[in-house]
């Protein structure tokens, strides 16, 4: 399953995240902000519990998140939406999944993982700006998923029909949420018209 968010706010930053023009300086700020949209969507189904609060008038009743809330980053590209998501929820836990496309065979290498322990019984957000084939973001939800986690939800911020199918494939049970659902995959992979390398784009690291 997967849900696009077409809100003009999020649409107008992303006409210029994927100008090839935008540099890496704003490129990160657009990454920050597109990731708050979209998460902002992607956690409207988390659980609260209801709190009495005292207002200067009356007690009030409310309701706080209710989750250990664990996000992971999908190194590297996935940093450049870590502070976008921890400004909605400054107590989460972070864990770490290293992983790099093999630039041949477009299949996922692992290289580094650390887990917090709170993954089992929380709900984990997965977040990596590029979803292409899925290779890395099911490699994250493996990994995710063999240490005890239950509730899985994916932000991206470009994705693509193929990526998609692939995910849902592998575990129906998650949900993708992105700005944009884009046409499709090139002969390397890359997601058209996309925005090109994330990780390059993001971190300065383009020739
Ligand atoms: C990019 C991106 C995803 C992956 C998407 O990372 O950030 O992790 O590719 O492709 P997939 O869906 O086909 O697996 P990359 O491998 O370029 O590594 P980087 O973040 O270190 O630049
Ligand atoms: N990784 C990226 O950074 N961009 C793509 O289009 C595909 C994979």
Do not use: W
């Not at 322990?117 to 957000?125: A, D, F, H, S, V």
């Amino acid at each position: 399953m997967h849900e696009e968010i077409q809100h003009p706010c999020v649409q107008h930053k992303l006409a210029i995240i994927r100008d090839v023009e935008t540099g890496h300086k704003r490129f990160r700020e657009l990454a920050t902000e597109i990731t708050q949209f979209v998460c902002y969507e992607a956690l409207k189904q988390l659980k609260t519990r209801e709190v009495k609060v005292q207002t200067p008038v009356a007690e009030a009743s409310c309701r706080k998140i209710d989750t250990d809330i664990v996000v992971v980053p999908i190194l590297r590209a996935g940093v450049g939406m870590l502070d976008g998501i921890l400004d909605l929820l400054p107590t989460a836990r972070v864990g770490f999944v290293g992983l790099y496309r093999d630039e041949e065979t477009a299949q996922p290498v692992s290289y580094y993982d650390r887990l917090p322990p709170q993954t089992r019984g929380g709900t984990c957000i997965i977040i990596d700006p590029m979803l292409a084939t899925g290779g890395s973001t099911n490699a994250a939800i493996d990994l995710l998923k063999q240490s005890g986690a239950t509730d899985i939800v994916v932000v991206c911020i470009v994705t693509c029909p193929e990526g998609l199918a692939a995910v849902e494939k592998e575990h129906p049970d998650v949900t993708v949420y992105t700005a944009s659902v884009d046409e499709r995959l090139n002969e390397r992979k890359y997601i058209v018209p996309g925005l090109g390398d994330a990780g390059d784009r993001l971190f300065g690291t383009s020739a």
